[in-house]
């Protein structure tokens, strides 16, 4: 049988940042990606490879690890944190503070549903 599961950090980053950018309606229309890293690398300690923007306010980092990615909420007026934190908890992200970690290219839609739920055009 073929494990055919991503879990590295840095290409379920990339399927996040494709997930996140380039809509053009709905409430992800005005999400951005923007400051990316495109040499970050996986590494133990976390290593910055975008910053995510709701017309243009930061509201989250993703970080790469070997392992995972990580969304970390920013404070923000734009977001609701808790509204995406209760959201991720629901669809057994299990995050940890403002931090949804991302630990297979399946989680990401569902990274990406929590993050829908706490803007102010999501759910």
Not at 29 to 46: K, S, T
């Amino acid at each position: 049988m073929v494990d055919d599961r991503i879990t590295d950090g840095k290409r379920i980053a990339q399927l996040l940042s494709s997930e996140l950018s380039g809509r053009e309606s709905g409430p992800l229309a005005d999400v951005a990606v923007v400051d990316a890293d495109p040499e970050a690398e996986p590494v133990p300690d976390g290593a910055t490879a975008y910053h995510v923007s709701y017309r243009d306010e930061r509201v989250g980092t993703v970080r790469l690890y070997p392992d995972r990615a990580d969304l970390t909420l920013s404070a923000s007026d734009a977001l609701d944190a808790d509204a995406v934190v209760g959201r991720a908890d629901g669809l057994d992200l299990d995050a940890e503070g403002e931090t949804v970690p991302i630990a297979s290219g399946a989680a990401v839609k569902r990274a990406v549903d929590a993050l829908v739920a706490g803007l102010p055009d999501g759910d």
